[in-house]
């Protein structure tokens, strides 16, 4: 097990976690300040998600011409410039460059950073390392709105953001260069449609991931408003999804190196969508709510994790990095039309449209798993 690589490659994608769970609430609390509608904050919002779609097509060749480590280093200067511009103006065309840019950056950070990371883990462990690298960065992505109320007392607070995340630059110089294929060198820079065919399942694990987390912070506490809950605990119960999501991942993982990924990603998708159904009936039913609320938490987490164990089983060299931008396109798509396509039905149908939604994707998923499934199990055709 490579220690000094996973440990610097989890600290510095944690760093940035940091950065991004404080630069993104803070830009929505100094936008509605300034008198700007959520309209505004959901369009800026949304330019994050087209700036890591911009570059992702393109990161397999920068990686191939100037090398992982330096683009990690270059991705982490322009995450402070393009966090700390936003102190310079109040120019919405200014905010809407800067927003794209600072998600070109996180983009190519989370591309070659998810990776790499991938190939350094010994497959037997695969599992519950990245289990522990998701709940670390979900952790530290957590701990940036605690900051919030510290910095935007700052003279310059989008400045001081940008800076959290200077601390990922001597940790990513600490790293070998090593996710360029070398017996490739000679070929041109694998294409994410390369990789497509053998990703269904992990685009679809990625996209249902990308829906949960977005839809779990800003669509659930309403769920709960309005079966009754109150304010409070609309709010605990968002953080018990948190805290399930966080806590046990690496749990999820060890299963799966223990009992197969095949396994436990399917187990994870059926624990999904019935605690999702489940759902309406149990926010009426005192403390029950609580342990299906941390199981929906992890069963959504290990959804995602397990997707990033079968891209490293499946993938290496350039192509696993061409793969990595595949995930980071379907989290970019779902993050986007999820959230709006879930709060248009909760509008129209009432808040357990928001269940329904969560069971109707992991369906999806589920039938994504099992197509994957019987296409492992189909022997191949040989030719006469």
Known sequence: ???????????????????????????????????????????LAALTSAGILLVAPFVAGWVRRAGARRLLLGAVVVSVLSIGVLDASRDLAVWSIARVVF?????VLFTIGEA??????????RGR???????????CQLVGPLLVKVIDGAALPFVVTGLLFLPALPIVALLREGVRDDSATDAAPPRMRSVLP?????????????????????????????????????????SAVIAGDTVLQPVIGWLSDRYGRARMHAFCGVAQMASALALPFAVHAGWLLWPLLLLLGASAGGIYVLSLVATGERFGGERLIAASAVINVSWGIAGIVGPLLTGAAMEAFGPDALPVALAVCALMFLLAARLDATAATRPERRPA
Not at 5 to 18: F, H, K, P, R
Not at 116 to 125: D, E, G, K, T
Not at 213 to 237: M, N, Q
């Open 1 to 43: 097990m490579p220690w000094r690589d996973y440990g610097a490659l989890v600290a510095a994608i944690a760093v940035a976690g940091l950065g991004l769970g404080t630069a993104l609430p803070l830009s929505a609390l100094t936008l509605d300040r300034w008198g700007f509608g959520n309209h505004v904050v959901g369009a």
């Open 103 to 107: 998600g070109a950056a996180m983009g």
């Open 116 to 125: 790499w990371i991938n190939r350094v883990l010994p497959a037997a462990q």
């Open 129 to 139: 390392w990245l289990g522990v690298y998701a709940s670390i960065f979900t952790l």
């Open 198 to 238: 053998q990703m269904q399942v992990i685009v679809a694990g990625t996209a249902f991931f990308a829906l949960f987390d977005t839809v779990a912070l800003s669509l659930l506490p309403l769920f709960g408003l309005r079966h009754g809950l109150g304010e409070s605990l609309a709010l605990y119960a968002t």
